[in-house]
Protein backbone atom coordinates (compact mmCIF):
# COMPACT_ATOMS: atom_id res chain seq x y z
CA UNK A 1 0.00 0.00 0.00
CA UNK A 2 1.28 2.99 -0.94
CA UNK A 3 1.86 6.28 1.36
CA UNK A 4 1.20 9.78 0.85
CA UNK A 5 2.44 12.67 2.77
CA UNK A 6 1.30 16.24 1.64
CA UNK A 7 3.69 19.08 3.02
CA UNK A 8 3.41 23.13 2.48
CA UNK A 9 0.50 24.20 3.72
CA UNK A 10 0.02 27.16 6.51
CA UNK A 11 -1.34 30.63 6.77
CA UNK A 12 -1.31 33.18 3.49
CA UNK A 13 -2.63 36.40 2.98
CA UNK A 14 -4.71 36.49 -0.19
CA UNK A 15 -2.89 37.43 -3.73
CA UNK A 16 0.08 35.28 -1.94
CA UNK A 17 1.56 31.97 -3.12
CA UNK A 18 2.13 28.47 -1.37
CA UNK A 19 3.78 25.49 -3.05
CA UNK A 20 2.57 21.74 -1.57
CA UNK A 21 4.52 18.52 -1.77
CA UNK A 22 3.16 15.25 -1.35
CA UNK A 23 5.73 12.43 -1.33
CA UNK A 24 5.00 8.93 -2.26
CA UNK A 25 6.32 5.66 -0.86
CA UNK A 26 7.04 2.24 -3.16
CA UNK A 27 8.76 2.09 -6.56
CA UNK A 28 5.83 2.56 -9.18
CA UNK A 29 5.14 6.00 -8.25
CA UNK A 30 5.51 6.69 -12.01
CA UNK A 31 2.90 4.36 -13.40
CA UNK A 32 -0.09 6.03 -11.79
CA UNK A 33 -1.97 9.24 -12.39
CA UNK A 34 -1.81 11.71 -9.24
CA UNK A 35 -4.58 14.32 -8.15
CA UNK A 36 -4.84 17.14 -5.76
CA UNK A 37 -8.07 17.42 -4.00
CA UNK A 38 -9.71 19.96 -1.05
CA UNK A 39 -11.98 19.73 1.56
CA UNK A 40 -14.15 22.71 3.67
CA UNK A 41 -15.47 21.34 6.51
CA UNK A 42 -19.01 20.51 6.62
CA UNK A 43 -18.62 20.40 2.25
CA UNK A 44 -17.99 17.34 0.13
CA UNK A 45 -14.52 16.69 -1.05
CA UNK A 46 -13.62 18.51 -4.30
CA UNK A 47 -11.49 17.63 -7.45
CA UNK A 48 -8.61 20.23 -7.63
CA UNK A 49 -5.78 19.16 -10.14
CA UNK A 50 -4.72 15.73 -12.21
CA UNK A 51 -1.20 15.14 -13.92
CA UNK A 52 -0.76 11.89 -16.15
CA UNK A 53 1.77 9.22 -15.00
CA UNK A 54 4.04 10.97 -17.21
CA UNK A 55 3.84 14.24 -16.39
CA UNK A 56 2.86 15.64 -19.89
CA UNK A 57 -0.99 16.23 -18.99
CA UNK A 58 -2.67 17.94 -16.70
CA UNK A 59 -6.26 18.81 -15.61
CA UNK A 60 -7.87 21.38 -13.51
CA UNK A 61 -11.07 22.22 -11.81
CA UNK A 62 -12.51 25.48 -13.18
CA UNK A 63 -11.93 27.46 -10.04
CA UNK A 64 -8.32 27.01 -10.05
CA UNK A 65 -7.70 27.21 -13.66
CA UNK A 66 -4.77 29.41 -14.28
CA UNK A 67 -3.64 30.33 -10.79
CA UNK A 68 -2.72 26.85 -9.61
CA UNK A 69 0.09 24.26 -11.15
CA UNK A 70 0.22 20.69 -10.89
CA UNK A 71 3.77 19.27 -11.39
CA UNK A 72 5.42 15.72 -10.26
CA UNK A 73 9.12 14.68 -10.13
CA UNK A 74 9.20 10.98 -10.92
CA UNK A 75 12.61 10.72 -9.92
CA UNK A 76 11.82 12.08 -5.95
CA UNK A 77 8.23 10.26 -5.93
CA UNK A 78 6.79 13.54 -5.80
CA UNK A 79 3.86 15.60 -7.01
CA UNK A 80 3.54 19.81 -6.19
CA UNK A 81 0.50 21.90 -6.24
CA UNK A 82 2.11 25.53 -6.87
CA UNK A 83 -1.15 27.84 -5.80
CA UNK A 84 -0.52 31.40 -6.76
CA UNK A 85 -2.92 34.36 -6.37
CA UNK A 86 -4.73 32.60 -3.60
CA UNK A 87 -7.93 33.65 -2.78
CA UNK A 88 -9.92 33.29 0.71
CA UNK A 89 -12.24 30.93 -0.82
CA UNK A 90 -9.41 28.38 -1.51
CA UNK A 91 -8.86 28.38 2.31
CA UNK A 92 -9.98 23.86 2.67
CA UNK A 93 -7.32 20.81 3.90
CA UNK A 94 -5.74 19.92 0.71
CA UNK A 95 -5.00 15.79 -0.13
CA UNK A 96 -3.27 14.22 -2.39
CA UNK A 97 -4.37 10.55 -4.02
CA UNK A 98 -3.44 8.19 -6.30
CA UNK A 99 -5.21 7.00 -9.09
CA UNK A 100 -6.56 3.35 -8.62
CA UNK A 101 -4.75 1.58 -11.46
CA UNK A 102 -1.74 2.07 -13.48
CA UNK A 103 -1.83 4.44 -16.59
CA UNK A 104 -4.66 5.82 -15.89
CA UNK A 105 -6.09 9.27 -17.29
CA UNK A 106 -6.44 12.69 -15.92
CA UNK A 107 -9.89 13.21 -17.07
CA UNK A 108 -11.18 10.90 -14.37
CA UNK A 109 -11.60 12.90 -11.24
CA UNK A 110 -13.91 11.35 -9.57
CA UNK A 111 -12.95 10.77 -6.19
CA UNK A 112 -13.89 6.80 -6.51
CA UNK A 113 -11.16 6.85 -8.90
CA UNK A 114 -8.46 7.38 -6.40
CA UNK A 115 -8.03 4.59 -3.85
CA UNK A 116 -5.27 5.95 -2.15
CA UNK A 117 -4.65 9.12 0.23
CA UNK A 118 -2.44 11.34 2.29
CA UNK A 119 -3.16 12.97 5.67
CA UNK A 120 -4.14 16.46 4.39
CA UNK A 121 -2.32 19.57 4.77
CA UNK A 122 -4.51 22.99 5.80
CA UNK A 123 -4.30 26.09 3.24
CA UNK A 124 -5.60 28.94 4.95
CA UNK A 125 -6.06 32.14 3.03
CA UNK A 126 -6.82 35.43 4.93
CA UNK A 127 -8.26 38.13 3.28
Known amino acids: QVQLVESGGGLVQAGGSLRLSCAAS????????MGWFRQVPGKEREFVAT????????YYADSVKGRFTISRDNAKNTVYLQMNSLKPEDTAVYYC????????????????????WGQGTQVTVSS
Open 97 to 116: ARQMGAYGNIWKPSLADFGS
Open 26 to 33: GRTFSSYV
Open 51 to 58: ISWSGAGT
